[in-house]
């Protein structure tokens, strides 16, 4: 079983930059599709992008796209979300996920859950 654990949240200035790490306990991300949702306060979550199992394949919400980019280092069982330009709009609590690909509710695909880290973006 894998446990997703994740860091790096904290507060940024509007346009400057964050990069959140996930890691699994165990060391075996290799074998899920691992993604990253957020929760905006008010909100619901809403995904932020997927990566595949090889890294070779990405996904982004239209929200996030081309300020965000997804990774992973399977060697060190860990994905990675870089946030640059951010916006007061990115304010959430980020979670990290593992499971399948499912592209019609990426979220559904997701069976394992890590805690979440709060982001904070400020004008």
């Known amino acids: 079983q894998v446990q997703p654990v994740e860091s790096g949240g904290g507060w940024v200035q509007a346009g400057g930059s964050l990069r959140l790490s996930c890691a699994d306990s165990g060391r075996t991300f290799s074998s899920f599709v691992m993604g990253w949702f957020r929760q905006a306060p008010g909100k619901e979550r809403e995904f932020v992008a997927t990566?595949?199992?090889?890294?070779?394949?990405?996904n982004y919400a239209d929200s996030v796209k081309g300020r965000f980019t997804i990774s992973r280092d399977n060697a060190k069982n860990t994905v990675y979300l870089q946030m640059n330009s951010l916006k007061p709009e990115d304010t959430a609590v980020y979670y990290c996920?593992?499971?399948?690909?499912?592209?019609?509710?990426?979220?559904?695909?997701?069976?394992?859950w890590g805690k979440g880290t709060l982001v904070t973006v400020s004008s």
């Open positions: 990566i595949s199992r090889s890294g070779g394949s990405t």
């Open positions: 996920a593992a499971g399948v690909l499912l592209p019609s509710d990426y979220a559904r695909g997701m069976v394992y």
